[in-house]
Every structure is written in C-alpha cells, then in structure tokens.
C-alpha cells in the first residue's frame, strides 16, 4: 500500500502560479511511475503530467511550457509547478502513483488538492 498526501492548491488569478507536492508514504521513485490527474464536475479525470521511474516525463498538450513536474528524491516528494494559471486550470489536482508487477497494475490515488483561477 502506498498513502499519497497532497499539498499546495489554492485560491490564485489567471496568471499567477502555484507549486502542488505530493508525498508518499514510502520511498517509491525508483519503481513507481508519479503524476498529476485534474478533474472537475462532469468531466472525465484528465492526466496532467507524470514522470516515469527513470524520469521520463509526459504532459497533456494543455500545459506543456507551462507546468513542470519534478520529484526531489531525498525530500521524496514529487511537485508540480504550474506557472500562468488560467480559469481553465481550476479543477481538483490528483496526485498518481503506479507500478505493474508481473502484468497486475498497483495504482494509488492521493485526496486531492483544489486549485481555483479566478479573478
């Protein structure tokens, strides 16, 4: 099992930024892949970025040039730095973790954090 805590969101304007973090329970960067979801009523969960065990990332073509993901090992906590936030950024931040092992896929889910853009 793997408990995800998140911190950070907020209540921020269009144009400003803000930094998610994600703690895990255990260290699990070297295995599992990490990452970011947003979701808001009515629409499906939407992957945001995520970084592979090898530090691979991937982003959703929204916030590519925009938001960064990163991990700092010895802090074990993975971010996501969201610079010039716009209202369509404003939804429920999800932090991810998950790994196969001989074809099961292990996912885990964080509570969430609320980032609201709004003027």
């Known amino acids: 099992q793997v408990q995800l805590e998140e911190s950070g969101g907020g209540l921020v304007q269009p144009g400003e930024s803000l930094r998610l973090s994600c703690t895990p329970s255990?260290?699990?960067?070297?295995?599992?892949?990490v990452g970011w979801f947003r979701q808001t009523p009515g629409k499906p969960r939407e992957l945001v970025a995520s970084?592979?065990?090898?530090?691979?990332?991937n982003y959703t073509d929204s916030v590519k040039g925009r938001f960064t993901i990163s991990r700092d090992n010895a802090k074990n906590t993975v971010y996501l730095q969201m610079n010039s936030l716009t209202p369509e950024d404003t939804a429920v931040y999800l932090c991810n973790a998950n790994v196969e092992r001989n074809g099961v896929v292990y996912l885990y889910w964080g509570r969430g954090t609320q980032v609201t853009v709004s003027s």
């Open positions: 970084m592979s065990s090898g530090g691979l990332t």
């Open positions: 255990r260290n699990i960067f070297s295995i599992y892949t």
